[in-house]
């Protein structure tokens, strides 16, 4: 069974990065772990031995990562602030490969955009959140239907998910982050609109 520890996921466990797991063990691929959940990107300074949540994280992350391997081949999420990228290629350093499948969704982005953000070596797909959930959002995007997953278990569908998304083919504009800072939009209040 896939150890946390053994994997590229390993170093963000040990800083207490990973948080409100909604999946966290071995997948359905030998020697793959599988997390979804929220990763802290920024915490707030810590006094004595309070525990406060995070100033902001990656959230709704689906990601897997194999035993052995030193870097994470997929990774979504969602961050409140297209400004935050930064922080998800400072945390994730050295943990994300050049050819691996990095897909983030955007609360402040224009709803028709599609980002492709390189970083260092690293390529990041932009992409707008119009739907209710990441999970959802990715299995539009790579041409999912949950019929096509609902008789595997958690681990299996994040495995189908995760590789399917290593082979989208959608067309995404080149553009740079500070580029992509310009662009960007009022974060919208997550709260507006929701009933009482």
Known sequence: MAAIENTALGRLEKEARLLNAVFKGATTRPGRFGFRGDIALK????????KR?????IE???TIAQEGANTIPALVG?????????D??????GALSPDGS????????DLLAKYRIKLGDITFHVLPCDQSTVWKEMMYLV???KNDIKRLDAGGRLDCLLEAAQNVGASF???SYEDGLKRMEPVKNRNANRPV
């Open 78 to 86: 969602y961050l409140h602030s297209f400004a935050y990228l930064a």
């Open 43 to 50: 915490f707030h300074a810590q006094v004595a031995d309070e």
């Open 60 to 62: 709704q992350v689906l």
């Open 53 to 57: 949540p995070p100033d902001y994280s």
């Open 173 to 175: 504009d080149d553009i």
């Open 102 to 109: 990095y897909f983030i969704f955007c609360n402040n982005i």
């Open 143 to 145: 041409g999912l239907d």
């Open 88 to 93: 998800v290629a400072r945390v994730f350093d």
